[in-house]
């Protein structure tokens, strides 16, 4: 849809850069676009409409942003009049804008979304239609429903997916939660780092607590132990994360750590090297071990069978098969 537009130069000062109704960037603040606007100018004009102060930003809310750091006073903008307010079309036209040189990231994605679903009223049925797509995004309703989530979820949450700190399925999944316990979680993540493979694991388990022990998914940073490790400077973000996802597994599996106990106490007992190793099977669910070895020869083979051998002669081996 084209509008009727005129170029102009405009007074910074008649636009109100507080409506982001038509914002879609999710960081409006870009160094290289400000260095770029201080050696060679605007090179693009920004899109307005007339209305407001008495204008309202539609498209260019970086380039206005790196201007006003800059201290300019005035902006070459493209001028829509407001015999031309489709406000949803406006907001396409923005989207347009944007999609015409950069993939957006999921919160924007989200952003548009939302927008599109309670700022301008288009119906669910249109958006999965039409707008879905646009974005390469799958056209199903349950897309439609978990971006809605991820725009609403805690901004410290979506800060910390913006640096990098969540993965993407992380966040959707904390976005589910109560508000107070996403704000709680993002709280407890300020002190310590996941990597992308323990994630998972690390909400899988705060989720089977909260089941388990009917109390919210962030009670056990309240323990004494959890509080101890976020509070240890001599422990790296990455060594605090492992140390509390200790702490949820042993709260989780209290049988099977203490089988793990009695099952190292035993192997240590049969005297074995430790280049052979022993392991149960996982959560010891069945009886079944596993040996692994590596020999550079032949020699070695032979030495390290003969080592089992002996191992399995003792009463301590039987015993590895009865830990649990």
């Known amino acids: 849809m084209l509008f009727g537009m005129i170029c102009q130069d405009i007074s910074i000062e008649a636009i109100?850069?507080?409506n982001e109704i038509f914002r879609i960037s999710e960081e409006i603040v870009s160094a290289p676009l400000q260095i770029s606007m201080r050696e060679i100018g605007q090179?693009?004009?920004v899109v307005l409409m007339r209305g407001g102060r008495p204008y309202t930003v539609v498209c260019g809310f970086r380039r206005l942003h790196a201007l006003r750091q800059l201290n300019a006073t005035r902006v070459f903008a493209r001028i829509i009049e407001e015999t031309?307010?489709?406000?949803?079309g406006l907001f396409r036209l923005a989207l347009w804008d944007n999609l015409s040189h950069r993939k957006l990231d999921p919160l924007e994605q989200a952003r548009v979304l939302y927008k599109l679903r309670y700022d301008f009223g288009v119906s669910d049925e249109l958006i999965i239609k039409d707008f879905l797509p646009m974005m390469d995004l799958a056209p199903h309703e349950q897309t439609l429903k978990t971006h809605i989530m991820l725009h609403a979820s805690h901004p410290e949450l979506k800060n910390h997916f913006s640096q990098g700190r969540l993965t993407l399925s992380s966040l959707q999944y904390l976005a589910t939660m109560h508000a107070s316990s996403q704000a709680s979680i993002a709280s407890a993540l300020e002190g310590m780092r996941l990597s992308a493979g323990l994630q998972k694991k690390f909400f899988s388990l705060l989720e089977e607590l909260a089941a388990k022990n009917r109390k919210k998914p962030?009670?056990?940073?309240?323990?004494?132990?959890?509080?101890s490790a976020l509070k240890d400077a001599g422990l790296s973000p990455f060594q605090r994360g492992e140390r509390i996802y200790g702490l949820l597994y042993r709260l989780r599996y209290p049988r099977v750590i203490q089988a793990e106990e009695r099952f190292g106490k035993l192997k240590k007992s049969l005297g074995l090297p430790g280049s052979i190793r022993i392991t149960p099977a996982p959560f010891f669910e069945t009886p079944d071990l596993r040996v692994d070895f590596k020999a550079p020869n032949a020699e070695q083979f032979r030495k390290m069978v003969a080592e089992l051998f002996e191992a399995s002669q003792g009463p301590e081996l039987d015993k590895l098969f009865k830990v649990v």
Do not use: V, Y
């Open 43 to 45: 090179l693009n004009p």
């Open 16 to 18: 109100d850069c507080t």
């Open 84 to 88: 031309d307010r489709d406000l949803p």
């Open 218 to 227: 962030e009670a056990p940073f309240s323990d004494p132990e959890a509080l």
